[in-house]
């Protein structure tokens, strides 16, 4: 027993010493999209429904690089697990030109078809107008955001994730700077309104590529570009990202008809989801971010040590800090979930639902302290398709099949919305668990090294 706990207290320490640079990044990434809202906000309601609705579009190159992230990472831990520093850099540089690639259209339907994308949607013209504008420019840095979450994954991957977080930090530090100068013209700079939020997000991710490329090219990190040569890394890249960009997507696109769910409610309802859902993004999202990228760097290059034992052992203890650490965040989200609301709204019957979404995110801490890391765990080996599996049954399941059988057929109200999505979370945890304990993650993670292993004699 007490090598046990010698054996988790280590991991734990190893965890901290990683997550929390990566929580910083992700405390400043969402800062930045909670700094665009209010400045849009200063401008008018149909500057913040556009860009509201243009941000559904812009998941899409968000997704492609969280995916393609996801297959850096997985190669990069493995391989720098076993020592093979040439076939990781092969694989990432190959991971930045697909990347790249796949930006480049987005920037040809942002100039073409952007403002009928958000007319599409309903939109009245005065936010067609300028969510046209905003998702364009947005669009038009889609290959520097896809590269950037590349990189940053990449790097995280060999247990860097200092590099990371300088760069990516810088990056929205200045986002929330160009987006209050341009977006309000404060000083000498112009006053663009929505076109200066656009032009600020574009002007950040661009140097944040550019500047993790350059990293990547100095000595102060231990990755390398250098040309790629195997297919079958190219085959592993794309099979283990494409489960993870369907699993972002699969929730994105599922938000269109669990809002329209929502309004039935009224508007106010709708309202209080979405503030619900910032606060726990805000407050517990940096935490099971950072766990789940731990967890894949830590399983990853574990089992490129050649240790399946011990990832699988690494990939537990990390989920039982997550539970701990989440618990006590859903705590803070459940008992002071009405004066948090009150800062972002000072409507009663929207604080009131508000604080009633926000009790039920601080429930379901728990299913994110397991889900995350295990999820993250499994990525790390290379399996994708457990989460994704376990992630779209649950949201079509009971996000949006319970919540609409029994708040709206049956008629018990906005108690089976609440309750639908304390089941679907609780659904994500049960399904990567059962993956992780009874899948043969480390068989087929042990197969793909094997593999590149081959391609690179």
């Given at each position: 027993?007490?090598?046990?706990?010698?054996?988790?207290l280590?991991?734990?320490?190893?965890?901290?010493?990683?997550?929390?640079?990566?929580?910083?990044?992700?405390?400043?990434n969402?800062?930045?999209?909670?700094?665009?809202?209010?400045?849009?906000?200063?401008?008018?309601?149909?500057?913040?429904a556009?860009v509201?609705?243009?941000?559904?579009?812009?998941?899409?190159?968000?997704?492609?690089?969280?995916?393609?992230?996801?297959?850096?990472?997985?190669?990069?831990?493995?391989?720098?697990?076993?020592?093979?520093?040439?076939?990781?850099?092969r694989?990432?540089?190959?991971?930045?030109l697909?990347?790249?690639?796949?930006?480049?259209?987005?920037?040809?339907?942002?100039?073409?078809?952007?403002?009928?994308?958000?007319?599409?949607?309903?939109?009245e013209?005065?936010?067609?107008?300028?969510g046209?504008?905003?998702?364009?420019i947005?669009f038009?840095?889609?290959?520097?955001?896809?590269?950037?979450l590349v990189?940053?994954?990449?790097?995280?991957?060999?247990?860097?994730?200092?590099?990371?977080?300088l760069?990516?930090?810088?990056?929205?530090?200045?986002?929330?700077?160009?987006?209050?100068g341009?977006?309000?013209?404060?000083?000498?700079?112009?006053?663009?309104?929505?076109?200066?939020?656009g032009?600020?997000?574009?002007?950040?991710?661009?140097?944040?590529?550019?500047?993790?490329?350059?990293?990547?090219?100095?000595?102060?990190?231990?990755?390398?570009?250098?040309?790629?040569?195997?297919?079958?890394v190219?085959?592993?890249?794309?099979?283990?990202?494409?489960?993870?960009?369907?699993?972002?997507?699969?929730?994105?696109?599922?938000?269109?008809?669990?809002?329209?769910?929502?309004?039935?409610?009224?508007?106010?309802?709708?309202?209080?989801?979405?503030?619900?859902?910032?606060?726990?993004?805000?407050?517990?999202?940096?935490?099971?971010?950072?766990?789940?990228?731990?967890?894949?760097?830590?399983?990853?290059?574990?089992?490129?040590?050649?240790?399946?034992?011990?990832?699988?052992?690494?990939?537990?203890?990390?989920?039982?800090?997550?539970?701990?650490?989440?618990?006590?965040?859903?705590?803070?989200?459940?008992?002071?979930a009405e004066?948090?609301a009150?800062?972002?709204?000072?409507?009663a019957?929207?604080?009131?639902?508000?604080?009633?979404f926000?009790r039920v995110?601080?429930?379901?801490?728990?299913?994110?302290?397991?889900?995350?890391?295990?999820?993250?765990?499994?990525?790390?080996?290379?399996?994708?398709?457990?989460?994704?599996?376990?992630?779209l049954?649950?949201?079509?399941?009971f996000?949006?099949?319970?919540?609409?059988?029994?708040?709206?057929?049956?008629?018990?109200?906005?108690?089976?919305?609440?309750?639908?999505?304390?089941?679907?979370?609780?659904?994500?945890?049960?399904?990567?668990?059962?993956?992780?304990?009874?899948?043969?993650?480390?068989?087929?993670?042990?197969?793909?090294?094997?593999?590149?292993?081959?391609?690179?004699?």
């Amino acid at each position: 027993m007490a090598d046990v706990r010698k054996r988790v207290l280590a991991i734990w320490r190893r965890t901290l010493s990683l997550s929390w640079p990566i929580a910083v990044q992700q405390t400043l990434n969402t800062l930045m999209r909670t700094v665009d809202v209010v400045v849009t906000g200063l401008f008018s309601p149909a500057a913040v429904a556009a860009v509201g609705l243009a941000d559904l579009y812009a998941q899409i190159p968000l997704r492609a690089g969280l995916g393609l992230g996801t297959g850096a990472i997985a190669l990069s831990s493995q391989d720098t697990g076993r020592g093979d520093e040439a076939t990781r850099n092969r694989a990432i540089t190959q991971a930045f030109l697909i990347g790249f690639l796949i930006g480049l259209p987005l920037i040809v339907v942002g100039l073409t078809i952007s403002p009928w994308l958000i007319q599409v949607l309903g939109a009245e013209p005065a936010v067609v107008r300028q969510g046209g504008q905003y998702l364009a420019i947005v669009f038009a840095a889609a290959p520097m955001r896809i590269v950037g979450l590349v990189a940053s994954r990449s790097l995280q991957g060999t247990g860097d994730t200092r590099t990371p977080m300088l760069v990516n930090g810088s990056a929205n530090l200045l986002n929330i700077g160009a987006t209050v100068g341009l977006g309000l013209g404060v000083g000498p700079l112009p006053n663009l309104a929505i076109v200066g939020v656009g032009v600020a997000t574009a002007v950040s991710r661009t140097f944040e590529a550019a500047a993790m490329s350059l990293a990547i090219r100095s000595r102060r990190t231990d990755l390398s570009f250098a040309r790629p040569r195997s297919l079958t890394v190219t085959r592993q890249l794309v099979s283990v990202s494409l489960p993870t960009f369907a699993e972002g997507m699969s929730t994105s696109l599922a938000n269109f008809p669990f809002n329209a769910l929502l309004l039935t409610f009224g508007t106010e309802v709708n309202a209080a989801y979405h503030i619900g859902r910032r606060i726990y993004q805000q407050v517990s999202g940096p935490l099971y971010r950072s766990y789940s990228t731990v967890a894949s760097i830590v399983v990853g290059q574990t089992l490129g040590e050649g240790d399946p034992e011990g990832a699988r052992f690494s990939g537990l203890a990390i989920t039982a800090l997550g539970v701990l650490t989440l618990g006590v965040a859903g705590g803070v989200l459940f008992f002071g979930a009405e004066p948090i609301a009150r800062v972002f709204t000072s409507d009663a019957a929207t604080l009131g639902y508000a604080a009633d979404f926000t009790r039920v995110f601080g429930v379901s801490m728990l299913s994110f302290g397991v889900f995350s890391p295990i999820a993250g765990s499994l990525r790390g080996a290379g399996d994708t398709r457990t989460p994704f599996y376990a992630r779209l049954s649950g949201t079509l399941g009971f996000t949006l099949g319970f919540s609409y059988l029994f708040g709206v057929v049956l008629d018990y109200g906005l108690w089976g919305v609440y309750v639908g999505l304390g089941l679907s979370y609780a659904w994500w945890a049960v399904g990567v668990a059962a993956g992780f304990w009874w899948g043969d993650w480390a068989e087929k993670a042990g197969e793909m090294m094997a593999e590149r292993a081959e391609a690179s004699d």
